[in-house]
Nanobody
Framework: QVQLVESGGGSVQAGDSLRLSCAAS????????MGWFRQAPGKEREFVAT????????YYADSVKGRFAISRDNSKNTADLQMDSLKPEDTGVYYC?????????????????WGQGTQVTVSS
């Protein structure tokens, strides 16, 4: 099993930045993708960003493109999400995800492991 632990959430003002971190531990696959989803109150969980094992390919939801940046450090089994120019609509619980394959997409079913989530609140 793989355990994912998120950190870095908090409450900020619109326009501020936050950096989320995710640490993977346990029996990690030889090559695994990592990513982030989020869920706002009363809404369905939605894709935010994903990065391949190599780190060469990164894919973002249109709503965060240009403002968020995902990165990973395979030597530490970590993935970060740098969030800039935050908006109130970015508020939600952010979940770190990982998949057994080296590449993941925008659908929740593509991911095999989920963290417990970390709260991000952006006020106007």
């Amino acid at each position: 099993q793989v355990q994912l632990v998120e950190s870095g959430g908090g409450s900020v003002q619109a326009g501020d930045s936050l950096r989320l971190s995710c640490a993977a531990s346990g029996r990690t696959p030889p090559r695994f993708c990592m990513g982030w989803f989020r869920q706002a109150p009363g809404k369905e969980r939605e894709f935010v960003a994903t990065v391949t094992w190599s780190g060469n390919y990164k894919y973002y939801a249109d709503s965060v493109k240009g403002r968020f940046a995902i990165s990973r450090d395979n030597s530490k089994n970590t993935a970060d999400l740098q969030m800039d120019s935050l908006k109130p609509e970015d508020t939600g619980v952010y979940y770190c995800v990982a998949c057994n394959d080296g590449v993941g997409g925008r659908w929740a079913h593509e991911y095999d492991y989920w963290g417990q989530g970390t709260q991000v609140t952006v006020s106007s």
